[in-house]
């Protein structure tokens, strides 16, 4: 009974204290997203969503495993949730780098099990049938968007009833915390039949050996290629450490014509393929892979085991629906004669910064977060003076807002907040057909646009009562007037800024969504030339396009999506935000949920360049421009389902696409950050619907000597020795945010205790309180004692009960693949019979591997730009937005 008691008071003490440290575990990326209680990761695995009626949503997760130890294979199979043929058009991951070495999704029609997860690393594999592998995700790389018109077909006709997920956990010391993992996938589908099938075909070496020391090695893999053409998208490179760079090439009548390049120390994603070349029946396809044997005292061969190598280059096609063939491959090394003409630009390993080697090497490289500082401080194009922080006093007073929707400066530079009083945008305040629901509450009664002082927050102006439904966004002319769009009466309207809510001019017509020109669906902003009097309007959450009108209102142009290649473009998935480049004549466009900012020629429409980052999380919800510098854009993201990014600001510089700094709230959180502006002295406002606040954030330069909770943090350089003994910077990380890193981490190691007042306390107190201070030790003493057997005991029953998974020998990540020609793999027991190959518990064919890398950070420099990827049909408007 004493035993049962001390087991129970621990438990209650584990329990308080896990509820304790949550909000600090909770910070990571990966307990975010995957460090969950199996009985969470059930609840995360939804049924599929429908977004209407052909399209929907699969999610593919991990039922909270516990590896037990390094390079454990797992895999879990999900029935096709359909009867019919289905499309796979978008794959979304879920993981960390952090937990997950790398992730397969396969199709097959009979998976080795169905009735929970198993070790496929061993001789049971993956499917008992033929396998595709559909895609492959490795080092955060960001999520996969297929071409229009494009899909990998599943179900009925296929030949693939079930998914089957494989996920390599290379190091078991992810799990030291005990936490269940709960990593997968989202696949966005549709049951629309799409003109063309995609597939994957992988090129692999298979017996490269990379000798000790030498400096250079090349793997070549060439196969003819002998079915009906297919079209090449999207490439992946992978390796393990020794990989410098790996290409693939169409090789016709003697010519190579590049597919893609890339060094596989990079995050492992689909990059945008060459779009260029097609393959059709006679071409050779050839891949080469550089290794470096430096370092290494040993042969090292292609395998799975940390000490192993890899060479593979993933190819994503298209055909069309009548030839498909899901997966091919090729194994073949290619001839000296062949590879004596390969192009010299396969042989010149890609440069990699250290920022990114340091992502892919073991904790505790001291060197290399050495060479990191070294490398941030000397990033071209950064201005790393400065960094916008919080000011946390404004505004002095409570402004009383609801939904903030929309930010503007008008000509004397004082702040204009467009806010919604008490309506909201709910679930059901719109129809299918997008029409509003809730006209009988009638137009908001408060005064929707606050005119207040951008030092203080004090209101100088409200205006707007009775007029609007549910505002969104607003902007200023030179006159001061007001543009604004109302969603709900999906109409563009002209307020006149002298507080008699004047509408002098009014485009679309009063609660009547529509398409075309005299009408608008859920416009979201607009955005005014200076120069011309022209305005234009983002249109919106049901019209995918952007219009251009005269000063007076008349419809002059309108464009949608831009690309470089506009055969493949990409649709806008609600264009939320707009913002006019004066300097420069442009017009940059915030396009939410692909996650991106696009920009073009005010004057045409002409598409100019896109900007898209991994750091946005796949949403980008606002921008405003400033002409300091060559110019910068201000940005924020949005909550996506899909990906776990924190919501923050962001400063880029346009003309290098790079990230200058980011920053949020410090003392709470952004909800739903809506809209952004910048003034001329630098001032950032954010305004935040779920939090019915403005934000506002200067910029103070940090690379000056600051206090700080009473810690001086000296210059960057006598600081720099102590951060590099105990601190690893993340890879892409600016040399402010360097610096405020090294402020936490100085203030935790030596922190100030202020001295509190005492009071003289007479000597013969003291004496008397001694005798109690020793028996309340005592005590203290034995209570420990007690506890410590108690928990030791406990600990010994719990070991007995525990149910652990059984080891089992390192396997490959096809697993049993068999098939006919060119469209599969037919391995049996490869590597146990290859050439005389033979290695201990490992027989079976792995593409990705093991390096056992531990990788401390994300890497997020993938600047993955989209290859036309095609979004699921625009889902009904988000609440709130």
């Not at 297919?230 to 010519?255: E, M, N, Q, W």
């Not at 290494?296 to 940390?306: A, D, E, F, H, L």
């Not at 543009?483 to 009014?506: E, F, I, M, N, Y």
């Not at 005798?771 to 420990?784: F, N, Q």
């Amino acid at each position: 009974m004493g035993l049962f008691v001390v087991c129970l008071v621990i438990a209650f003490f584990q329990h308080s204290h896990s509820v304790e440290t949550q909000a600090s575990l909770y910070g990571s990326k990966r307990v975010l997203e995957n460090a969950l209680n199996p009985s969470d990761c059930v609840s995360r695995v939804k049924p599929p969503q429908l977004f209407n009626s052909q399209n929907f949503t699969v999610d593919l997760r991990m039922p909270g495993v516990l590896p037990t130890k390094s390079d454990t294979y797992l895999c879990m199979a999900f029935p096709v949730p359909t009867s019919r043929d289905s499309y796979i058009v978008d794959f979304l991951p879920h993981a960390s780098m952090d937990t997950v070495h790398h992730m397969l999704l396969f199709g097959c029609q009979t998976p080795v099990s169905t009735s929970s997860y198993w070790d496929c690393g061993s001789v049971q594999g993956t499917c008992e049938d033929e396998a595709s592998i559909m895609y492959a995700w490795a080092q955060n790389a960001p999520p996969t968007k297929l071409p229009n018109d494009v899909g990998f077909k599943v179900g009925r006709n296929s030949g693939m009833s079930f998914f089957v997920l494989q996920i390599h956990y290379g190091d078991v010391n992810a799990f030291r915390d005990h936490h269940r993992d709960c990593s997968g996938l989202t696949l966005r589908m549709t049951l629309k039949p799409q003109p063309f099938i995609a597939g994957i075909y992988l090129l692999m070496s298979v017996d490269t050996v990379i000798l000790p020391g030498k400096k250079v090695t090349n793997a070549d893999v060439a196969c003819d290629y002998d079915s009906y053409p297919i079209y090449p998208f999207a490439f992946r490179t992978h390796t393990h450490r020794l990989g410098k760079v790996v290409s693939g090439y169409r090789i016709r009548d003697g010519k190579w014509s590049l597919i893609g390049r890339q060094s596989p120390q990079l995050p492992q994603a689909f990059y945008p393929a060459n779009k260029e070349v097609t393959v059709r029946y006679g071409d050779t396809m050839a891949t080469r892979c550089v290794f470096t044997g430096e370092g290494r005292t040993s042969k090292t061969y292609i395998g799975g085991t940390s000490n192993d190598e890899m060479c593979n280059f993933y190819m994503m096609y298209y055909m069309e629906s009548k030839h498909a063939i899901p997966f091919m491959s090729c194994m073949e090394p290619g001839s000296k004669e062949l590879f004596r003409h390969i192009p010299a630009e396969a042989n010149v390993p890609i440069a990699v910064s250290p920022g990114h080697m340091h992502s892919m090497m073991p904790v505790g490289n001291t060197t290399d977060d050495q060479q990191l500082l070294k490398t941030t401080k000397a990033e071209p194009g950064l201005d790393l003076d400065y960094h916008l922080e919080q000011v946390s006093t404004w505004p002095q007073s409570s402004l009383q807002l609801g939904q903030v929707s929309g930010l503007a400066l008008d000509s004397d530079s004082n702040l204009v907040i467009f806010h919604r009083g008490d309506h909201r945008w709910g679930t059901d305040s719109f129809n299918s057909q997008a029409r509003y629901q809730q006209r009988s509450l009638g137009p908001i009664q408060q005064s929707t646009i606050l005119v207040v002082d951008p030092a203080n927050g004090r209101i100088l102006k409200a205006s707007g009562r009775n007029m609007f439904y549910l505002p969104h966004g607003i902007t200023t002319d030179k006159d001061n007037n007001y543009w604004v769009t109302d969603v709900a009466l999906h109409q563009v309207l002209k307020v006149s800024g002298d507080g008699r809510d004047r509408t002098p001019l009014v485009l679309g017509e009063a609660f009547t969504p529509g398409s075309d020109t005299n009408h608008f669906c859920q416009p979201t902003d607009v955005a005014v030339d200076p120069e011309t009097g022209n305005i234009f309007v983002s249109d919106g959450y049901c019209n995918a396009r952007i219009l251009k009108f005269s000063a007076d209102g008349t419809y002059l142009s309108q464009w949608g999506a831009g690309s470089s290649d506009r055969r493949r473009r990409t649709s806008f998935q609600i264009p939320h935000s707009l913002v006019l480049l004066p300097d420069r004549k442009e017009v940059c466009v915030a396009d939410r949920e692909n996650g991106r900012i696009q920009c073009f020629i005010a004057e045409t429409g002409e598409f100019v360049k896109e900007i898209k980052n991994e750091e946005f999380g796949g949403e980008v919800f606002a921008i405003t421009y400033s002409p300091a510098g060559d110019g910068l854009i201000f940005a924020v993201n949005g909550d996506s389902p899909y990906h776990s990014a924190p919501l923050r600001g962001f400063v880029l510089d346009y003309s290098t696409k790079q990230i200058l700094d980011s920053f949020s709230p410090t003392e709470k959180e952004f909800k739903m950050p809506h809209d952004i502006v910048v003034s001329k002295d630098g001032s950032v406002f954010v305004g935040d619907a779920g939090s019915k606040a403005v934000y506002k954030f200067t910029a103070e330069k940090l690379h000056r000597s600051v206090k700080k909770a009473g810690i001086e943090v000296q210059e960057l350089e006598e600081v720099e020795a102590f951060v590099q003994a105990k601190l690893k910077p993340p890879p892409n990380i600016s040399k402010t945010a360097a610096i405020k890193e090294k402020q936490t981490v100085a203030e935790k190691t030596h922190p100030v205790v202020e001295a509190e007042p005492r009071t003289s306390t007479p000597k013969s107190n003291k004496v008397e309180s001694v005798l109690p201070a020793i028996i309340v030790s005592l005590l203290l003493i034995l209570l420990l004692v007690i506890v410590f057997i108690g928990v030791f005991m406990c600990w010994r029953k719990n070991k007995r009960n525990e149910m652990k998974m059984e080891p089992r020998s390192v396997g490959g990540v096809l697993g049993k693949i068999r098939g006919k020609a060119v469209g599969t793999l037919n391995l049996g027991k490869f590597f146990a019979s290859h050439k005389g190959y033979s290695r201990q518990g490992f027989d079976q064919l792995s593409t990705e591997g093991s390096d056992q890398e531990r990788n401390v950070e994300d890497s997020s420099d993938s600047d993955t730009e989209e290859y036309s990827a095609p979004p699921p049909r625009p889902p009904p408007p988000k609440s709130s937005s």
